[in-house]
């Protein structure tokens, strides 16, 4: 490896970030073409195809060319020729590419973000992203609160983060129905066996992810001084009035609401010392269909079927 680290350092570093860049989607899409890697970075057909010809001598068991869709595959003998930084790699999952998949962000010695405890591996990361991008079926090791150790075959989706962790949205084929799986507590990933994925089990099939809600927040009525959280939320006023509208996917509300501290009881119960925002428009959550409401029993003091204020 150090021998291949002296050969890479000979190149320009453009040069080396599009090799990062073919070398990201290989690993975490399964797949690339010549046109994303020219889209990407602007550059003529020649130097596409001199970026590619290159990587495949660096490293010649790391891809195949498949001619019926054109595109470079990634082998069973895959070996990256970059080490991808988890946090990384979920910023330019989330966000794009932006500066470069080799670039870290330099700190300014000033400024500290809260510490994340919580970032999966990329050997749990990486065939999770391939899947998705594949659009295969996965077979999964997983270490569950209520079950405890267990198999599952599901077809992911999607990854989202709910503020304190990563999780994987996907369709679990033993119980039927679209789930949340801790990507820390998976153990292991493998290529499923299983039938093909079904359409009823794909992303545009799941209702809670696809149904769109609007979260009125606002101070919680129990403060006596609502101007100070307007200010900490950016909140606009109306007829007296502070509240922020936040739109999210159904899947995910419960889980920003709770990572908020969000009082979403009916008659703003919870103590305003420790819930600074009271969710306005509870009923938009409890008129949800039966698919959706499970997610909302995260959120703090939420009752699908409130009492009367």
Known sequence: ???????????????????????????????????????????????????????????????????????????????????????????????????????????????????????????????????ISQQQAVKIHYLSLSSGSSERTLVPHSLANNGKRWYLRAYDRKHESFRDFACMRIVRVEQSDSPAVQSHEQQHADQAWNTQLTLELVPHPGLPYPEAIARDYGMTEQHGHYSLQLTTRAARAGYLLRYWNVDASANHHLPATEHHLWLRNVSALSQQHSAVLSNFTLAPGFNKEPKPI
């Open 1 to 131: 490896m150090p021998a291949l680290s002296a050969q890479l350092s000979s190149h320009s570093h453009a040069q080396r970030e599009r090799l990062a860049f073919i070398d990201f989607c290989l690993q975490y899409h399964g797949s690339v073409g010549r046109g994303e890697l020219m889209a990407h970075f602007g550059t003529a057909v020649a130097s596409g195809t001199r970026d590619f010809t290159l990587y495949r001598d660096l490293s010649p068991d790391n891809l195949e060319m498949r001619h019926e869709d054109k595109r470079y595959h990634r082998t069973s003998d895959f070996q990256p020729l970059f080490e991808h930084d988890s946090r990384t790699v979920l910023n330019i999952l989330a966000h794009g590419f932006g500066s470069g998949v080799t670039t870290e962000a330099a700190s300014a010695g000033f400024c500290e973000d809260t510490p994340d405890l919580s970032t999966p591996s990329p050997d749990i990361l990486a065939p999770l992203s391939r899947a």
